[in-house]
């Protein structure tokens, strides 16, 4: 609970959109380290004899943390530093509530845009699409590998019992 008088510019609905955006990052950076915790138990099996199999997980996980690693920092620098230095600047330029409360509603509008949260509800239906597209093709020729795909994808039935959507972030 939010005490006197932040609870004027902390609402509710802000604190929620706070937590959406903090559940994010925190998915995304414990993704991260997951991925660097990969890395160390592949540099304790280097010593081992590799396979092609080996030399494709290495790859894989090199792949996976390019792509986590610059978005967080992304995430970091060029969204959270940057939004918060011009939020602290008109905060600092102003004496009027008034603006300070618009300033902290465009900057979290902003987080949330450009951290790609918003993107939610299309990603949905693109990932509903994609599962359905894999099932037709199942559906039609024999490929254990797509099957097995299409296995981890819906474990459980809780895919397709959810109605081919992933869940929320909670907007």
């Not at 102003?94 to 990603?123: C, M, V, Y």
Request: glycine share 2%.
């Amino acid at each position: 609970k939010v005490q006197w008088p932040l609870h004027i510019l902390f609402t509710p609905a802000v604190l929620e959109k706070y937590n959406v955006v903090f559940k994010y990052l925190l998915s995304v950076r414990r993704v991260q380290a997951e991925l660097q915790h990969c890395w160390a138990l592949q540099m304790q099996r280097k010593h081992l004899k590799s396979n092609q199999t080996d030399a494709i997980k290495w790859r894989l996980r090199n792949h996976m943390a390019f792509l986590v690693d610059n978005l967080q920092y992304y995430l970091q620098v060029d969204v959270l530093e940057s939004q918060f230095s011009q939020l602290l600047h008109q905060i600092n330029s102003t004496r009027d509530f008034e603006s300070i409360r618009l300033a902290h509603d465009h900057f979290l509008s902003n987080l949330l845009a450009q951290s790609f949260i918003l993107l939610k509800p299309g990603f949905s239906r693109q990932s509903s699409l994609l599962f359905k597209i894999l099932s037709s093709v199942r559906n039609h020729q024999i490929n254990s590998d797509l099957a097995q795909l299409l296995l981890r994808l819906d474990y459980n039935k809780y895919y397709t019992q959810a109605g081919g959507t992933l869940g929320s972030f909670g907007m």
